[in-house]
Antibody, heavy 117, light 108 residues
Framework: EVQLVESGGGLVQPGESLRLSCAAS????????MSWVRQAPGKGLEWVAN????????YYVDSVKGRFTISRDNAKNSLYLQMNSLRVEDTAVYYC??????????WGQGTLVTAFS | SYELTQPPSVSVSPGQTARITCSGD??????VYWYQQKSGQAPVLVIY???KRPSGIPERFSGSTSGTMGTLTVSGAQAEDEADYYC???????????FGGGTKLTVL
């Protein structure tokens, strides 16, 4: 069974940094594109970033470009999201997700990031 | 930036057919995917590549596309189908992805 477990969320002040982690198991992690998707309280899903299998390709939504960095460590079966210069509007549940054979097939349960002033 | 447009809400009676639309300029060339999200849960894929159904998803869920519009159809909607539904697709570069704003399906 595929499991994605996020960690690292918490309460921060605007301008501060946070690093999210996602531990993957039950799949050959290095074979899959991975993604971060977020959902602000009471709002819809928002794609944040993608990374390819070896980390050589990374893509971001415009609102986080230059502030967030997606990365992975295939030896540790882990995905990361370094979030710098956090804003109030970055407050959301952040989901780690994996592109399986069909689409974004695999999802974690999410970790909450709250940036408040 | 690229956008996908969905109606905020759709309501049907149990047993009726619900149709949720998703509009996007790149849809003639890009696949659309559909996710179901129930309150407090992670999203679940219900349709991929416009009209394919993953294993375990009931046959009453189907997808179709026509031009710049994708449609998720729930035939004979049941109370358990009440959820938020999101379309998902990429822009023409295939490097930037986007979710639609979401549609709340009410079955009552």
């Amino acid at each position: 069974e595929v499991q994605l477990v996020e960690s690292g969320g918490g309460l921060v002040q605007p301008g501060e940094s946070l690093r999210l982690s996602c531990a993957a198991s039950g799949l050959i992690f290095s074979h899959y594109w991975m993604s971060w998707v977020r959902q602000a309280p009471g709002k819809g899903l928002e794609w944040v970033a993608n990374i390819n299998q070896n980390g050589s390709e990374k893509y971001y939504v415009d609102s986080v470009k230059g502030r967030f960095t997606i990365s992975r460590d295939n030896a540790k079966n882990s995905l990361y999201l370094q979030m710098n210069s956090l804003r109030v509007e970055d407050t959301a549940v952040y989901y780690c997700a994996g592109y399986g054979d069909l689409a974004l097939d695999y999802w974690g349960q999410g970790t909450l990031v709250t940036a408040f002033s | 930036s690229y956008e996908l447009t969905q109606p905020p809400s759709v309501s049907v009676s149990p047993g009726q057919t619900a149709r949720i639309t998703c509009s996007g300029d790149a849809l003639p060339k890009r696949y659309v995917y559909w996710y179901q999200q129930k309150s407090g849960q992670a999203p679940v894929l219900v349709i991929y590549e416009d009209n394919k159904r993953p294993s375990g998803i009931p046959e009453r869920f189907s997808g179709s596309t026509s031009g710049t519009m994708g449609t998720l159809t729930v035939s004979g909607a049941q109370a358990e189908d009440e959820a938020d539904y999101y379309c998902y697709s990429s822009d023409n570069t295939a490097n930037h992805w986007v979710f639609g704003g979401g549609t709340k399906l009410t079955v009552l």
